[in-house]
């Protein structure tokens, strides 16, 4: 019912995309234009971003609107220093802040983490979620990190979404739609949304948004097999009549539907204090992969993917947030408190992962496995915050932060007809089950001190204790040899393993824990050059917790134990029948890591308020990286330490009103990140033919995967005044980047992504109270790869037990979206 209302609303409104030049712009006093700076909250006060000396992009709802920008790997394309792997809404995708990261572009399979570098807020509330970009008043990116004020993971940077809050001013209502489809697509996508503020009293009033959209996605499953264990997912490929009695093609298979909404109470019961109640949701079904197996072994397209098996996902956040500021006259103190929950359940195909662990599977000649997945988490925040406010040389900030997490998951293997075709008493087929609970207690204490020591010249100095306490459960069975073995779902595997955790002692899981505290600082000091030209100089830190790899610990050697070896080697533990086959690593966690950053950068204000330029150069020291590795038996993707990395370059961003009717805005980007030591192990690969797992050593100079060394964005507006007062407004941008590693060094089968270029441009018709665009997003058709899973060295063909091939398909990339044309469009009502 809320689908139809919201498509129904939608369509009474005619269209729209961008703004025009006016709301870019900003008059000054003598009647001429002037490119206005978005003002940001990004130091705890409301400054223009011209004005803080520190490395910050804001996209405000004027520019989110204007590009059409849905979500968060929209928007950074145009922000220099910081890449997504756009994986699609299926995987997650990471967020890489100045070639930050030593994940291969395909690990992790989760969709509540960021790539782990950067942190994102949602207003006051630490939260990662990849939010669609719906009645935001803007998004704060913070480039270097933001250990002192916005503590654990911000190693590279920070991400805030800034919601609109409800307006005492009057009441609105907004209507939105869209429909547009991609050319590799047989359906239509489409989103439809709302906006109301309701001012109930002149101190009290609500605003609420929901928005549905229903992409269609443009990924074919040509390959999923008709009846799982029974139908044969390797058919003669040359004969069409073979394929179609045991395969089917699900086309448009990565769909994703979403619905966001959102709620915000606003009160002033005081002059002095104004308080903010919201509950946010985002609950998104999606069909499958956003991948390509055309460099796999079976024949298949650009923008088809050899699965065997649908891979549904449905995600669900909610996050409930009070954030209340009081004006004590000397000080605003900020109480910011939130509780946030994830909830994650899906299907993927699991086939490869079983075959290459050489156990014989694919003997069986149907043999096709998948996994169920099913996994929970909550989060508690509360932030005490008090920024000083009176006028003076001397400004500070103090305050407290704590976060409680817990999260349960369990994976569940399921292999139809293989146990009764190998002898095993399993009638339900469950071959493997994992489980997990893990529980963070965090708190910290903050604070700055800035100075002026002249009317030109200001010091800051900032810090932050920190303290956190982890303790982490797992615990695998392999039902295939435990006839009597019964799986559990999520919320009893969650209350069993939280009481195992109160007792302290797990009733047969692995249990692991660490804890660490630190202080990390900041020091800033900036000088006014002129009235338009700012310069300042960073050191800053940052740091990220570590974690479990979720991965039971491997039991005592024997070797006339022929299971699975699905397991984590502890340091000395033997895994092999020689002398020299022992662990020199921890593979079930890893430890915390570091970064600290120096920078030198300039804010200037040029041509009369008409071109806004700024830059920076800087140097990261990474100490103790979390790199993206493998366990030694069955080559399972876990994160493992190694001893230093570094990351140097600089960025460039410019904004000029040419004319009053053209304007132009830019980014550039030069990034040189790479390791600094040997990193033992780090990289897990195999030498074909077979699939044995073998570790290669990253090395001094290796550069790190998964960021360009190059990258620039441009985007242009020219606006023709029309003779009835409208406006048409003609956009055009072009974001660039360069090649990327799919693994550190480019070792162990690592791909060298190519570089790519994608091309936008609308056509924007303005009446005021509602506005039309027609767009195409990537003009050219651009066909893009974005991320790699596993190597071409996968690319082998095995056989079952009638000599008949079995191919390996767990090498594909990850791949951008083709061409799409589509319009836009939006009413104000009340306006």
Known sequence: MIRKYLLLSASAAVMTSALTLSAQAQETADGELRVEAVTVTATRRAESVQDIPINISAIGDQQITEQGFDELADMLAYVPGINVVDRGGRQGNPLIVRGLNADGLGSGDGNNNGGGTVATYIGEIPVYLDLKLNDLERVEVLLGPQGTLYGAGTLGGAIRYIPKKPDFAGDTLDVRTEIYQYSEADDLSYDAGLTINKALAPNFAIRASVDYENDSGFIDYPYVVREIGVSNPDPDFTDPADVAANLRRITDADSEETISARIAARWEPLPWLDTTLTYYLQKSDIGGRRGSSARSTVPAGDYELAKRVEEPNEITNQLLALEMVADLGFAELTSATGYSRFNDNGQRDQTDLLITLEYSYEAFPTFTSFTHEKGKESRINQELRLVSTTDGPLNWIVGAF????????YSAEYTPGYADFAGFNRPDDLEYFSQGFSKLEESAFFGEIGYDITDKWTVTVGGRYYQYDLESFSD????LFDPGFARVGVSALESSLRSDFAAGS??????????????LFKINTSYQVTDDILGYFTISEGYRIGNQNGIAVCPDYDPTNTQQGACALLPGQQYGPGAGDI???DESQYLPDKTINYELGFKSTLANGRLILNGAVYYIEWKDPQLTSATINASIPITVNAEGAETKGFEVSGNWLVTDAFSVRGSYSHTEASLTAVAPGLVGTISP???STILLDGQDGDRLPGSPEDQFSVFGSYVHQLASGRTLTFNGSYSWQGDVLSRTGGRGGGLTLDSYGVANASAVY??????ATLFVN????EYYE??????????????DANGDPVYIRSFYTYVGAPRAIGIRASYKFGQ
């Open 778 to 781: 990537n003009l050219f058709d």
């Open 506 to 519: 797990p009733n047969g899981t692995e249990r692991t824990s660490q804890s660490d505290e630190g202080t």
């Open 689 to 691: 033919p077979g699939f």
């Open 402 to 409: 704590y976060n409680q997490y817990e999260g349960a998951s």
């Open 766 to 771: 303005d009446a005021g109270k509602w506005q």
């Open 476 to 479: 695998v069975d392999f039902p």
């Open 786 to 799: 974005t991320g790699v899973v596993s190597s071409p060295l996968s690319n082998q063909i095995v056989a």
């Open 583 to 585: 662990s020199t690593r």
